[in-house]
């Protein structure tokens, strides 16, 4: 998979929001956090992650390519909130009272657990498996789990194992 060109200029947009929402979370809670590593490299539909350990944030390009003020306004604060409640909490719950303190009383910005970005483009692929009764889309993994022999998977509703191919409808 090719990885997405960022242009310069949105890169900076989103180092300029980083550092002012450290820089204003540093104030707020007396202390020098250091600024994390920034890397373009989230796949599929999680615009974000927080690396707590390796102390990084890491973005969706294709998402923050197409929602480029609204992911920086919204994404980027999103993980470094992760990344400071880790280090001024320790471990906590992910979407906790101190991550929803740190987004609405430290960094100033409501605190959305979820985006509301469109995914059709980086959704994955999926394969129309049947049973008895329906059809029934199995993820890229699934299904070469099923193609490799490794995983049979059952419909949840009639019982019956799932076989690639459209549902017929009798």
């Known amino acids: 998979m090719k990885p997405e060109r960022i242009p310069i200029c949105l890169q900076q947009a989103v180092m300029l929001r980083l550092r002012e929402k450290l820089q204003q ?3 707020r809670l007396e202390r020098n956090y250091p600024e994390p590593a920034l890397h373009y490299r989230q796949r599929g539909t999680a615009a974000g992650t927080a690396w707590l350990q390796s102390w990084e944030i890491r973005l969706n390009p294709v998402l923050l390519l197409e929602n480029q003020q609204a992911f920086i306004d919204e994404v980027v604060p999103h993980e470094l ?3 400071l409640v880790w280090k001024h909490f320790g471990r906590v719950a992910p979407h906790g ?3 929803k303190w740190m ?8 605190a959305r657990r979820t985006h509301q970005f469109a995914i059709a483009s980086v959704r994955s692929r ?3 498996y049947r049973c008895g009764c329906q ?11 099923v193609v490799r022999g490794e995983s049979e998977y059952r419909c949840l509703h009639c019982g019956t194992s799932l076989r690639p191919g459209e549902f017929q409808k009798s």
């Open 81 to 83: 909130a992760h990344l």
């Open 97 to 99: 009272k101190e991550w």
């Open 25 to 27: 979370a540093n104030l």
């Open 126 to 128: 999926t394969f129309p």
């Open 135 to 145: 059809q029934h889309q199995l993820s890229v993994r699934r299904h070469n789990r």
């Open 103 to 110: 987004m609405e009383s430290v960094l100033g910005l409501p």
